[in-house]
């Protein structure tokens, strides 16, 4: 059975002070890993997607790695407007996402 | 472009009655899945379609629950005889085809049974 553990559950940071989320994880056959923001209220919008050990994409203040156990979600400099629960999700050779139970980020001005 | 979009956003409910949730993707995404996010719990995967192929139903927590997909586009997930501990956030998502292409969410159905 595929499995996703994030932590920490919560974090809280001060603007500017960088740090690092981790989605740890066991999949037979992963055919991708993905991070999601999720604001209250609201369905997952979709962030990164990595497919392979080594991979790494940025967007902005974030950047998202991947090993084949884990992978991280660095956020550098963060904002207030960066609050938000992140979500970390894989898909095995079921085609199904298995989520984690997701990292909630409050970054103080 | 329009996004997944998921109908209504709020349901409230007697416990015993029926519930229907339609949720409308993407257009020209063949794959369509249904989630429930509960207070405290990460996403659980219910059910999903890849084209005409028969769904895949494993994750459906009891007979109680069902979904259809007419037409290769709009789903209904209907939930017969609801229960309190099927209340929950119900999403809808959709992605271009199965497996490792990325999936766009809708904003969710928020279902409470008194």
């Known amino acids: 059975e595929d499995q996703v553990t994030q932590s920490p559950e919560a974090l809280r940071l001060q603007e500017g002070e960088s740090s690092s989320l981790n989605c740890s994880y066991t999949?037979?056959?992963?055919?991708?890993l993905f991070w999601y923001r999720q604001d209250p209220g609201k369905g997952p919008e979709f962030l990164f997607t990595?497919?392979?050990a080594g991979e790494e994409k940025e967007k902005e203040r974030l950047k998202a790695t991947l090993t084949k156990k884990e992978s991280f979600l660095h956020i550098t400099a963060p904002k207030p407007e960066d609050s938000a629960t992140y979500l970390c999700?894989?898909?095995?050779?079921?085609?199904?996402?298995?989520f984690g139970k997701g990292i909630t980020l409050s970054v103080r001005p | 472009g329009a996004g997944v979009s998921q109908s209504p956003s709020n349901k409230v409910t007697e416990k015993g009655k029926d519930v229907e949730l339609r949720c409308d993707p993407i257009?020209?995404?063949?794959?369509l899945y249904w989630y429930r996010q509960s207070l405290g719990q990460g996403l659980e995967f219910l059910i999903y379609?890849?084209?005409?192929?028969?769904?895949?139903k494993s994750g459906l927590p009891s007979d109680r629950f069902s979904a259809e997909r007419t037409g290769g586009s709009v789903s209904t997930l209907t939930i017969q005889r609801t229960q309190q501990e099927d209340s929950a956030v119900y999403l809808c998502?959709?992605?271009?085809?199965?497996?490792?292409?990325?999936?766009?969410f809708g904003p969710g159905t928020r279902l409470t049974v008194l």
């Open positions: 998502a959709s992605s271009l085809l199965a497996g490792s292409d990325t999936q766009y």
């Open positions: 999949v037979s056959g992963l055919r991708g």
């Open positions: 990595l497919y392979s």
């Open positions: 999700a894989v898909v095995g050779a079921n085609s199904k996402l298995t």
């Open positions: 257009s020209g995404h063949t794959a």
């Open positions: 379609f890849q084209g005409n192929s028969a769904p895949d």
